[in-house]
């Protein structure tokens, strides 16, 4: 039977009509079987929900849109507090900053932020949720001139595990502010986020397609590119995609292996075309670069956008070598038998390596350039061939991965110390043990308490 918090929020528990629906994750393999899962409306019904499961001797786990789930494990025993009910998002254009409630997505953000002339610093997909994100980091087309999301916000709010709702900011809970910026989700459920606004209305932004057959001149060629010295502005990444044979699926490209080189340049489109140069000569079957409303990028790359069952894994590259380029085109390349829909390598760099005084936990990314494996898993027997072709792209490419992993690619069981600095993950530890000794606050990638 359903129980009702402090407001129009609701818990639910195994057996009740929508329970399937309401555990599901946005990967379909992540089979979350949690003791309960509550549905707040408020920051006070998150609150209620913490004391509910300490009370009952429950842990607690936070979700929006259900990114990352695979991480997450086993939920017995385990409270999931479903925020997706919670999506008001509002904008501040004099301060230049949107307050996002937990379940907002970053469609949501960027809608708003739009009508006054500005734009945040959003997922590559607009159903990404915003605070989910941030916590992780936050990656964004404007992170090589901008950072990070998570060291673009000026305040939090956050239901910390003795169920009090606490403002993170500078000024005070300074520890906790600095911790989930970049940290995670392990010291509360956080229920709203200040972010920074950008005055972009604008920009040059686009795709290059091949087909795959020419990925063993494209893919040296990009990697050049990016060798070249880049303005902040002007960010790239390189995809291999194998289109599934699916009815949704364009019939144009169902089937088919294309390379697809992203752009996005916050700049002069002069300045990008000179820029791509080297790419248009290799003759491109399609160009669709060209300047575009900044709002629209969610939608630059046609991402699929419903719950797919699907296995994926990443590594942070501090270089690419001409060898790490065969390596790729050997495990994923034409001629392979990879089941693999995708295998991206994204340029970092620019503001994103910059650690900044006044940033947070993730101060910066310690890589050149992010790789992330991905494909469809829609039957046991899928999911373990997929699962071996995503580790036989990363094993390949680990002689060149970088001394930190980051959060928002890395699948299941990886070393929490692996994510930030030594000096980093044990600040974390000590402001876990202060605000959650009990360890009552679960996260994907979960950071211990500090022994006392």
């Avoid at 129009?8 to 555990?23: E, K």
């Avoid at 340029?347 to 650690?355: P, V």
Wanted: proline share 8%; glycine share 10%; hydrophobic share 45%.
């Amino acid at each position: 039977m359903s129980i009702t918090l402090t407001s129009a929020g609701t818990i639910l528990w195994p057996g009740d009509p929508g329970w399937d629906d309401a555990r599901q994750a946005w990967n379909l393999t992540a089979d979350q079987q949690p003791a309960a899962v509550a549905f707040p409306r408020s920051a006070a019904d998150v609150a209620a929900a913490v004391s509910f499961a300490r009370q009952r001797g429950l842990r607690v786990a936070a979700q929006g849109t259900g990114h990352n789930a695979e991480p997450l494990s086993s939920l017995t025993g385990t409270l999931l507090i479903e925020t997706s009910k919670m999506r008001q998002v509002t904008v501040d254009p004099a301060a230049m900053t949107a307050r996002a409630a937990a379940g907002a997505s970053w469609g949501d953000v960027t809608a708003a932020a739009a009508r006054h002339g500005l734009t945040g610093l959003a997922a590559s997909w607009p159903g990404v949720g915003a605070v989910g994100y941030t916590l992780g980091g936050g990656m964004s087309w404007f992170g090589r001139s901008h950072g990070l999301s998570a060291n673009n916000v000026s305040g939090v709010e956050v239901v910390t595990a003795d169920g009090e709702l606490r403002r993170a900011e500078l000024s005070s809970e300074s520890d906790l502010f600095w911790a989930v910026r970049g940290g995670g989700g392990s010291f509360g459920v956080v229920t709203a986020m200040e972010l920074w606004l950008f005055p972009v209305t604008e920009v040059y932004a686009g795709q290059l397609w091949w087909l795959m057959h020419s990925a063993p001149s494209v893919l040296p060629a990009w990697r050049e590119l990016t060798q070249t010295p880049l303005p902040d502005e002007f960010t790239t990444s390189l995809r291999l995609m194998r289109f599934p044979v699916l009815p949704n699926i364009p019939e144009a490209v169902r089937g088919r292996w294309f390379v697809i080189v992203d752009v996005v340049h916050n700049g002069p489109a002069p300045e990008a075309d000179q820029i791509l140069q080297p790419l248009r000569a290799l003759a491109p079957v399609r160009d669709t670069v060209c300047s575009r409303p900044a709002q629209t990028l969610g939608r630059l790359r046609e991402d699929y956008e419903r719950p797919v069952p699907r296995v994926a894994d990443g590594l942070m590259l501090a270089s690419l070598p001409p060898e790490a380029v065969d390596r790729i085109l050997l495990t994923a390349g034409p001629g392979t038998l990879s089941l693999l829909t995708a295998v991206e390598l994204r340029l970092a760099g620019g503001e994103l390596r910059r650690a900044r005084p006044g940033n947070g936990a993730l101060a910066a990314i310690d890589g050149q350039y992010l790789l992330s494996a991905a494909g469809r898993a829609a039957t046991p027997a899928a999911a373990m061939s997929t699962a071996w072709g995503v580790e036989a792209v990363i094993s390949a490419m680990r002689p060149w991965s970088a001394r930190q992993m980051y959060l928002n690619i890395a699948g299941p069981n990886r070393d929490p110390a692996s994510f930030w600095p030594a000096r980093a993950y044990g600040r974390l530890r000590r402001i876990k043990a202060a605000v959650d000794p009990d360890d009552l606050i679960r996260s994907n990638h979960p950071i211990p308490p500090a022994a006392t």
